[in-house]
């Protein structure tokens, strides 16, 4: 199958500052990515959905100036979590559908995730 | 707005025995449905997913769902489990969305196999 990479795969940082995820489509194009959030012992929540060349679409309740969002590439999306703070802290997931645009339905692949620890 | 029910959080079952991992979901049109697993420090991995046709579809690793519509419920299956099946289970509707697909995840299940 088709893989999406993740990096980091774990960070620390102080609260305050800015923290960038990356996800990569390694072996497909991704005109669109997904952002998930997954706390412990939790489910996944989507945050948004990252489209190649145009805005992030951001699910209701979640803050996009916090959580900046750049599908630069069609292989790349980054998300950036700005003014990070303690209880930004969780697992960071992201997903990539492949397949044509406009397909019945394309088969998302997930990252292996980003542990975001916030002090 | 659709969404799914997993009703066990935690499950315990001996290696060999058989498995049935509940889902239930909500939605208002035919719905796709997918179980995930998710292994520490692995993404998820898709184990099956129904679309369409038969009701009783056949997964990686041994594992079958039956989608029973009049019980809104996709149940996971599997006949005598194997340790490396530990893991966390999600069960997921997605709604079809243009070139994408928006999935929301029941809260998982953990699956705990003693030897």
């Known amino acids: 199958g088709a893989v999406v990479s993740q990096h980091p795969s774990r960070v620390i940082c102080k609260s305050g500052t800015s923290v960038k995820i990356e996800c990569r489509s390694l072996d497909f194009q991704a005109t669109t990515m997904f952002w998930y959030r997954q706390f412990p012992k939790q489910s996944l929540m989507l945050m948004a959905t990252s489209n190649e060349g145009s805005k992030a679409t951001y699910e209701q309740g979640v803050e996009k100036d916090k959580f900046l969002i750049n599908h630069a590439s069609l292989t790349l999306s980054t998300l950036t979590v700005t003014s990070a703070h303690p209880e930004d802290s969780s697992f960071y997931i992201c997903?990539?559908?492949?397949?044509?645009?406009?397909?019945?339905?394309?088969?998302?692949?997930f990252g292996p995730g980003t542990r975001l620890t916030v002090l | 707005a659709q969404s799914v029910t997993q009703p066990d959080i935690h499950i315990t079952v001996s290696e060999g025995a058989s498995l049935e991992l509940r889902c239930n979901y909500s939605?208002?049109?035919?719905?796709?449905l997918f179980w995930y697993v998710q292994s520490p420090g692995q993404g998820l991995q898709l184990l099956l997913k129904?679309?369409?046709?038969d009701t009783l579809v056949q997964g990686i690793k041994g594992f079958e769902a039956e989608f029973k519509r009049s019980q809104s419920s996709f149940n996971l299956r599997k006949p005598s489990v194997h340790w490396s099946d530990a893991a966390e289970y999600f069960c997921?509707?997605?709604?079809?969305w243009g070139g994408g697909n928006k999935l929301t995840f029941g809260t998982g299940t953990q699956l705990k196999v003693e030897l």
């Open positions: 129904y679309f369409s046709g």
């Open positions: 997921a509707v997605g709604a079809s």
């Open positions: 939605y208002g049109a035919t719905p796709y």
């Open positions: 997903s990539a559908p492949s397949g044509e645009r406009g397909g019945l339905y394309n088969e998302q692949f």
